[in-house]
């Protein structure tokens, strides 16, 4: 039997804990995304500004810095399942609180400000958590397939969840928020569900000052950590042209609120198809070199969609952009959790999320501080070539990293 038929049959199918795991991740991503929708198009509506659709991002950004160090600590320390649920919990607050302001017509931009902080503040736990949780769901050797399934499970989410929110709040908009409610739900169910051997709280060491720091000083003394971490970093911060989707889809494009989840789904749907077949096929040569050319497409995509006027061709460039996306998503992902041992899988990961997943809120108010200054077309095109001239600089400044061939387990690496 070859690996594909394996991982169908007798793989992570066979993991339950992974499937419940993928399973929340789906219902919670598209929770997420369908709020996501609701106050991206609300603000832009209410106040007309690239700005203030830029300050959403920055909202969210800030808990993440703020929170990085207590995070960490926090997923080594105690039960991973719990963060999760309760970081869902307060998903399921503000979308309510959402849901309450459509129903009184009090939503407001303050309102809807402060319910982005409480996504952040959560995001911030559960998002590394969460991540650090995967590895106990399944045995090492599924761990790359699990991170292709793990991020199909996003780009279901995000292809279902735009989109649906799109059609549904054409028609009634607090019938969206009032899903996000129930699918959050759904996803505390999920991981209530989940029981994995052993203990899921990883450390139980006392929180010092050095025990907090330990992940920072643990990715500096790997090269190879540091520079995959801090290539996401300025990539993203550069080229996150999503912030300003609902200036596209009003302004340039004229295609509305339909159109703004198709627009937000498209590059979901070329990160499917690309996690799908690195579920079954994963990467296992020249992974460097692979990861640097998926960041070159990511950038010219990011180009592409600039320039277009059409919405066929943006919505292409979008896919390809999500694809190349995710081929350097699993590549960095499963990089960072092969390469760390189980009880500092927390901290590291906090701190991935503050490098990475924060430069997504960050790039977020980047690019609409630069829309508000010089437009939103010179904004996106900004990002992809400033992607392109990090993608080609990290690679003088991390030799090794370019050179990397295969995973490498971290009890097999020397310190």
Same mark, same amino acid.
């Given at each position: ?53 830029? $300050?959403? #991002? %920055? =909202?969210?950004? *800030?808990?993440? @810095?703020?929170?990085? !160090? +207590? ?92 989109? $649906?929110? #799109? %059609? =549904?709040?054409? *028609?009634?908009? @607090?019938?969206?928020? !009032? +899903? ?236």
């Amino acid at each position: 039997m070859n690996e594909a038929a394996t991982f169908s049959t007798g793989g992570l199918l066979q993991q339950r804990p992974f499937v419940l795991i993928w399973l929340a991740r789906v219902a919670a991503t598209i929770g997420y995304q369908m709020m996501a929708l609701v106050i991206g198009w609300k603000i832009y509506e209410i106040t007309g500004s690239a700005f203030d659709l830029g $300050l959403v #991002g %920055l =909202i969210q950004f *800030v808990p993440a @810095v703020v929170l990085t !160090l +207590l995070i960490g600590h926090t997923a080594d320390r105690y039960d991973r399942r719990l963060i999760v649920q309760l970081s869902q919990g307060v998903y399921a607050l503000a979308a309510a609180l959402i849901t309450v302001g459509l129903l009184t017509n009090i939503l407001s931009r303050e309102l809807l400000f402060f319910a982005v902080f409480m996504i952040g503040c959560a995001r911030a736990f559960e998002l590394p958590t969460g991540h650090a949780l995967v590895p106990a769901t399944v045995p090492v050797r599924l761990l790359p397939r699990a991170v292709a399934a793990w991020t199909s499970a996003n780009q279901v989410a995000v292809i279902s969840g735009p989109a $649906l929110g #799109g %059609l =549904i709040y054409a *028609v009634m908009p @607090v019938a969206v928020s !009032l +899903l996000c409610v129930l699918f959050f739900v759904m996803s505390i169910a999920f991981v209530g569900l989940i029981r994995i051997k052993g203990n899921v709280a990883a450390n139980r060491e006392p929180p010092t000052f050095s025990s907090v720091l330990a992940g920072f000083h643990y990715i500096r003394r790997r090269k190879r950590l540091l520079g995959v971490i801090t290539l996401d970093l300025f990539v993203v911060l550069l080229g996150a042209a999503t912030a300003l989707l609902p200036i596209f889809a009003k302004d340039i494009l004229q295609v509305g609120p339909v159109g703004l989840g198709l627009l937000r789904s498209a590059p979901a749907v070329g990160a499917l198809a690309v996690a799908i077949v690195l579920s079954h096929y994963p990467i296992e040569r020249h992974i460097g070199l692979k990861m640097f050319g998926a960041v070159a497409i990511f950038g010219m995509a990011t180009i592409t969609f600039g320039l277009s006027s059409s919405f066929p061709l943006s919505l292409v460039a979008l896919a390809v952009l999500g694809a190349s996306d995710a081929v350097s998503v699993v590549i960095r992902f499963t990089l960072v959790q092969m390469e760390t041992p189980d009880d500092m899988r927390g901290r590291v990961s906090a701190i991935n999320y503050l490098f990475v997943g924060s430069s997504n809120t960050l790039g977020e108010f980047e690019s609409g501080a630069v829309a508000a200054w010089l437009g939103a077309v010179p904004s996106v095109l900004i990002g992809g070539i400033g992607s392109l001239v990090i993608a080609a600089t990290w690679m003088g400044l991390f030799p090794d990293l370019r050179k990397i061939d295969r995973y490498e387990p971290a009890d097999a690496k020397k310190e």
